[in-house]
């Protein structure tokens, strides 16, 4: 199957600081890739929709400006949490559909996760 | 709107035991359907997926699930559980090829010897 890798898998950063996590399919072209952010003990709630070559789509209640997104690449999305405070800690998850090929069957793949931690 | 409800926060099994995790979904368009697995601190593993055809899916590690249009439900089953079974289980539905997916709020599997 495709895959997706993201980076870096763990980060701390200070509280007012931003981080930047990157999403690379490997083995496909993503012209688009999907953003999930998984708090604690919970599920995946999409965050945006980021598209290659233009802008993000936001999810409601998604500060656009706080969750920077940029989609340079057929293989490179990165997410960007900006001003990062205590609240943003969370496990950020990015996954992407690999639409090649005669048979689309609506499957993500998704990257290995990245947990963000602000003090 | 699609949305997935997973009945059931938690289920705990022994051993061997069957292994039953509740799916039913909402959607207005015939879905895409699947299973994924997590592990702590890990991405997603997909465990099987209903697009179209034979309603029984097969998937990896032993599992299966059926999709009932009538019942609108895509449980998940494993005839004897494993101890590396113990995981989250995540049903997802989408209702078109390369969109996102809408997730339930997951099933925590825990195995007991």
């Known amino acids: 199957g495709a895959v997706v890798s993201q980076h870096p898998s763990r980060v701390i950063c200070k509280s007012g600081t931003s981080v930047k996590i990157e999403c690379r399919s490997l083995d496909f072209q993503a012209t688009t890739m999907f953003w999930y952010r998984q708090f604690p003990k919970q599920s995946l709630m999409l965050m945006a929709t980021?598209?290659?070559?233009?802008?993000?789509?936001?999810e409601q209640g998604v500060e656009k400006d706080k969750f920077l997104i940029n989609h340079a690449s057929l293989t490179l999305s990165t997410l960007t949490v900006t001003s990062a405070h205590p609240e943003d800690s969370s496990f950020y998850i990015c996954s992407a559909p690999d639409v090649s090929g005669d048979s689309h069957t609506g499957e993500l793949f998704f990257g290995e996760g990245s947990r963000l931690t602000v003090l | 709107a699609q949305s997935v409800t997973q009945l059931g926060s938690h289920v705990s099994v022994s051993e061997g035991a069957l292994v039953l995790l509740r799916c039913n979904y909402s959607s207005s368009v015939p879905p895409y359907l699947f299973w994924y697995v997590q592990y702590p601190n890990q991405g997603l593993q997909l465990l099987l997926k209903y697009t179209t055809g034979a309603t029984l899916v097969k998937g990896i590690n032993g599992f299966e699930a059926e999709f009932k249009k009538s019942e609108t439900s895509f449980h998940l089953t494993k005839p004897s559980a494993h101890m590396s079974d113990a995981a989250e289980y995540f049903c997802a539905v989408s209702n078109q090829a390369g969109t996102a997916l809408i997730f339930g709020k997951g099933t925590t599997l825990s195995v007991s010897s």
């Open positions: 980021s598209n290659e070559g233009s802008k993000a789509t936001y």
